[in-house]
Nanobody
């Protein structure tokens, strides 16, 4: 299983970005996907997740109402639409997916995910 994240960049506070994560190596739609982020000197933090098949979504408290996770099974890609960005959103963003199919559960810890993408840097200037 391979995950390729893209879409990061530099944006001013209040702006928007959309991250993409393309998956390959297995049937995509049965597995939960998630985005985590890690700022310098901090632990990796859950941002958003989406279950397989049922598309149940769950968000970290710090991004609720601003970020939206979605998936397009036709192109094996999960997205993270980020609006109203704040300087504290600055981090490397990682996509991840589960080892087993997951249609009703969205894990919020790194231990729930087996495969990880390489990360894409998001920098929000004030």
């Amino acid at each position: 299983v391979q995950l390729q994240a893209s879409g990061g960049g530099l944006v001013q506070a209040g702006g928007s970005l959309r991250l993409s994560c393309a998956a390959s190596g297995r049937t995509f739609n049965h597995y939960a996907m998630a985005w985590f982020r890690q700022a310098p000197g901090k632990e990796r933090e859950f941002v958003a997740g989406i279950s397989g098949s049922t598309d149940i979504t769950y968000y970290g408290d710090s991004v609720k109402g601003r970020f939206t996770i979605s998936r397009d099974n036709a192109v094996n890609t999960v997205y993270l639409q980020m609006n109203s960005l704040k300087p504290e959103d600055t981090a490397v963003y990682y996509c991840a997916t589960t080892f087993t199919s997951s249609t009703r559960v969205v894990h919020t810890t790194t231990g729930g995910y087996r495969y990880w993408g390489q990360g894409t840097l998001v920098t929000v200037s004030s």
